[in-house]
């Protein structure tokens, strides 16, 4: 794959002068990085607990996407701090400013990641979490009920804020708080119609204008997550594997099948946009181990495995790659 500027917008220029290195290009998109890195180590730590697979494994990919997360959160605080007027624009750019839900998504995911090695740490991350998610989709959808929205910006991005408020009952299902349970149940109602009602729009915006550019191709990837974290957080609500729930997790691994041929094809340039495939995987191959220890088949169990091992192999190249770049400063040009 080529290298192309890994911001977000289709239109931005290539540029390869170190003279243009700077952190006000860091792309805020880029965190969806840990939200892949975290949700590949819950996953591992799920397969540590089904099948007893190292535990190792998950634990040390679960500290390297905190590493992670430090490391973008300090670069894009300085690129707020010094280029405030770019992070503003980003924020309300149609297409880029979705990707602020990353932030939150990332921010919940990780308090998943430490609830094992502190309960207390766990729940206050976790709420700032729920308070971020809740802000952003509050501002997400107000700004699409101003109307004039155009309709060719209605792409998978538009979904990030609304699945961020589904990861609420999917890391918050433990937590000991009294309150907890209700902001679950909100999570879920916001969560749940939002998604459903972005996807048709984005389903629409696909089938009736133009095919999507190939920087944004891998932004496909998103359309399976309200499905299979969608399963996540209603399994948790309900404490268990219903018809329902099967029918969102199918329809998410129909929808994987659908998207991937479209997304690893040639001719896509690596950029950070390719981040945005890791957590939508990540959550389906977590629904597939939990579907397959309830349902026990060895399919499902097959499934599962192919899932698994796809989502480590396409992070670690993907891990790979991004530090190549951010060493030979195409990540901040």
């Known amino acids: 794959m080529t290298v192309q500027n890994p911001s977000v917008y289709p239109s931005a220029p290539v540029l390869h002068s170190w003279r243009e290195v700077s952190v006000r290009n860091l792309p805020v998109n880029l965190f969806a990085a840990v939200m892949g890195l975290a949700g590949l ?5 799920l397969a540590h607990g ?25 670069g ?15 924020f309300h750019h149609p297409i880029a400013g979705n990707f602020f839900g990353t932030i939150a998504i990332s921010i919940l995911l990780l308090s998943a990641v430490v609830a094992p090695h502190s309960a207390g740490a766990a729940s206050v991350i976790w709420t700032a979490g729920v308070v971020a998610t809740f802000a952003l989709s509050f501002v997400v959808v107000s700004r699409l009920l101003n109307g004039q929205v ?10 990030v804020p609304c699945v961020a408020t589904l990861y609420i009952p999917v890391t918050g299902g433990q937590m ?3 309150w907890a349970s209700e902001i679950n149940l909100l999570a879920s109602a916001i969560g749940a119609v939002m998604a459903l009602v972005l996807f048709t729009m984005i389903i629409a915006r696909l089938v009736h204008r133009d095919p999507l550019a190939p920087s944004l191709a891998p932004s496909l990837m998103i359309l399976v997550a309200p499905f299979a974290v969608g399963f996540l957080a209603y399994t948790n609500m309900v404490g268990g594997i219903d018809r329902f729930a099967a029918l969102l997790f199918y329809f998410g691994l129909f929808m994987f099948a659908v998207v991937a041929p479209k997304v690893f094809r040639p001719g896509i340039p690596l950029s950070a946009a390719w981040w945005a495939i890791g957590f939508p995987i990540a959550a389906l191959a977590i629904a597939a181990l939990k579907y397959a220890a309830s349902r026990g088949t ?19 190249v993907l891990t790979v790659r991004t530090v190549q770049i951010a060493l030979n400063g195409k990540l901040f040009s």
Do not use: C, N, Q
């Open 41 to 45: 180590a819950l996953a591992w730590r």
């Open 50 to 74: 089904i099948l007893g697979a190292p535990a190792g494994v998950g634990e040390a990919v679960g500290a390297f996407s905190l590493v992670v997360f430090v490391l973008i959160s300090l």
């Open 76 to 90: 894009y605080l300085t690129k707020l701090a010094r280029y405030p007027r770019a992070v503003r624009a980003e």
């Open 150 to 159: 155009d309709p060719s910006h209605a792409l998978p991005a538009w979904i």
């Open 176 to 178: 000991p708080m009294a």
């Open 298 to 316: 060895g399919p499902l169990w097959g499934i599962a495995f192919v899932l698994l091992g796809t989502l480590t192999l396409i992070l670690a």
